[in-house]
């Protein structure tokens, strides 16, 4: 057999079995999919973008096809922050925190990041709202259950968003802490550039 046409027959046979693995790999990541786990990736990606009626749009048909995605649910919450609609916010982060209480299993990491950042966030909105004494039983519930989770954004965040010095949840729970312990005439608790650093959490 010539040599020319030998080579070219692996060269093509080698690719064909990368594009097949590729598919297959694409094949799998949609089939292993739960229901509601598309469009609750679909709604981060428009909540990313600012775009928060399609992004509840999205997290809605997610709920359709699976009640109680967590997932779902969080992104739900995380609109109504960013819309400052903060009693449905309460109120879907308090359904969240109290789904997950009964049902979460011991070896559930992901859910128990979930949970952390479900307490840091509505600690978060309990800050917004001058109910500091909330906002701090939140921040260390959200500690005791994942430091790790509510420990900050990574270097990646930090490169995209420009937020080398982000407030953290032990940061901000810390303060809190300080500034109850001080006369109520000497409380600095409003800080209105620290507090733009505050991020969601969304694990």
Excluded: C, W
Excluded at 40 to 61: C, Q, S, V
Excluded at 114 to 140: E, F, P, S, T
């Amino acid at each position: 057999m010539n040599t020319g046409v030998l080579n070219r027959f692996v060269k093509y046979m080698f690719i064909a079995i990368l594009v097949m693995g590729a598919g297959y790999v694409v094949f799998q990541g949609f089939s292993d999919r739960k229901p509601g786990d598309y469009y609750t990736e679909l709604g981060g990606i428009r909540l990313r973008d600012k775009l928060y009626g399609e992004a509840m749009e999205n997290f809605d048909k997610a709920l359709s096809e699976r009640p109680n995605h967590r997932g779902a649910l969080m992104g739900r919450a995380l609109v109504f922050i960013q819309t400052k609609k903060y009693g449905p916010a309460v109120k879907e982060l308090n359904y969240l925190i109290g789904f997950l209480t009964k049902t979460l299993q011991p070896d559930d990491k992901t859910g128990r990041a979930v949970l952390a950042a479900a307490y840091a966030n509505r600690g978060i909105v309990h800050d917004r709202q001058a109910r500091y004494r909330m906002a701090l039983k939140d921040y260390v519930s959200s500690l005791n259950v994942d430091q790790e989770a509510v420990s900050g954004p990574g270097t990646m965040h930090k490169i995209l968003y420009g937020n080398a010095q982000p407030s953290t949840v032990r940061k901000r729970a810390i303060y809190i802490s300080e500034q109850l312990k001080l006369p109520p005439e000497k409380r600095l608790l409003r800080l209105p550039e620290a507090d733009k650093k505050q991020r969601m959490y969304k694990p």
